[in-house]
């Protein structure tokens, strides 16, 4: 049975980008097929006409609140993950331990009820609000990454060009590379684009603290394949064309949805799909992505998607000066069985 520990390696702190790159699409690219080195602007010159590239239109909201405990004065911080059907919000909070059921938080204009402490830093709130979503964009910010220690001159670099439908946590990162020079190239190339939605939440702030792969418990995540996006990959695989997922946030939507000859259904889950070495990949066939933490469940997605040569493309992407994580640079990669 696999290990954590397999999909570790050593990430140097300096690799960790601590600024956005300008213009968006000045930032590198490796190509996995041969290690060649480019810019995110010549990625439509790697693909071919008539492939479909697949982006995640969701956008990030001003999730991270800040308050103090009406009881006590002291500090609450809230990162707002998911709502569900009652209203009620799932949250990381600091500090979480003391945070019972009952406990009222002064968010200033409005308050959060602890309803429930779910352990793992993770509580169940009530916000007192008529409209939510308006009063988290006031009061709340755009929550970074933990590791990026840099600043953003514009809160909306942490957001994709194409950004549409609110309801993540982080960005989908590999679109941040996105500009519409880029998306111009690839039309001019025959590339046609189409968009899935999944909210991005607990798993990508989270660690894999278990040792054995099997046993770790995903998250799970709201997403959605529109009629349209169904109906272009059904052409694109008619075709006998490339499907291109742009981050590992549309692999995971594509691969819920899929059928087993590798189109996919329209429509809308929550799923807690834990793609991994031995997944069986139906959908996606090229994989633009950013580099990933070690031991993380995107890079076992990615592990799954390319095989062991992950591990070369790493060792490349660091000895080459390549910028890792959330801001950093990209890689192209094709599945294995290809």
């Known amino acids: 049975m696999a290990k954590v520990s397999e999909f570790r390696y050593d990430l140097p702190g300096e690799a960790i980008a601590q600024s956005a790159v300008e213009p968006r699409h000045d930032a590198r690219l490796l190509d996995t097929r041969d290690y060649t080195d480019h810019r995110f602007l010549d990625l439509p010159s790697l693909l071919d006409p008539g492939d479909l ?81 308006a009063v988290v964009e006031t009061i709340g910010v755009i929550p970074l990454p933990p590791y990026f220690t840099g600043e953003l001159d514009d809160p909306g670099r942490y957001q994709t060009i194409y950004a549409r439908t609110r309801g993540s946590a982080a960005a989908p990162t590999a679109g941040l590379h996105f500009t519409e020079e880029v998306m111009a190239a690839l039309s001019t190339r025959g590339i046609e684009m189409a968009r899935v939605d999944l909210h991005v939440s607990l798993d990508t702030f989270r660690p894999m603290t278990v040792e054995e792969v099997s046993d770790h418990v995903m998250h799970s995540e709201w997403c959605a394949i529109p009629e349209e996006t169904a109906r272009s990959v059904d052409e694109t695989k008619k075709r006998g064309k490339r499907i291109v997922a742009v981050g590992t946030t549309v692999v995971r939507t594509l691969e819920t949805f899929a059928r087993e000859d590798g189109r996919v259904d329209p429509g809308e889950a929550v799923t807690d799909l834990f793609l991994q070495p031995g997944s069986d990949f139906r959908v996606v066939d090229g994989l633009v992505t950013n580099f990933h933490l070690p031991g993380s469940t995107l890079l076992l997605l990615l592990a799954g998607f390319m095989g062991p040569r992950w591990r070369q493309a790493y060792r490349a992407a660091l000895d080459r000066g390549y910028r890792f994580l959330s801001f950093g640079d990209a890689m192209y990669a094709e599945r294995a069985n290809t």
């Open 53 to 133: 590239v697949v982006v995640n239109e969701t956008r990030v909201r001003a999730a991270r609140l800040s308050g103090r405990r009406v009881d006590s004065g002291g500090q609450v911080e809230l990162l707002l993950l998911d709502r569900d059907r009652e209203g009620r919000w799932e949250a990381l909070a600091k500090p979480a331990r003391r945070l019972r059921p009952g406990v009222v938080i002064d968010l200033h204009e409005t308050t959060a009820t602890v309803i429930d402490n779910l352990g793992e830093g993770r509580v169940l709130v009530k916000l007192d609000a008529d409209d939510e979503e």
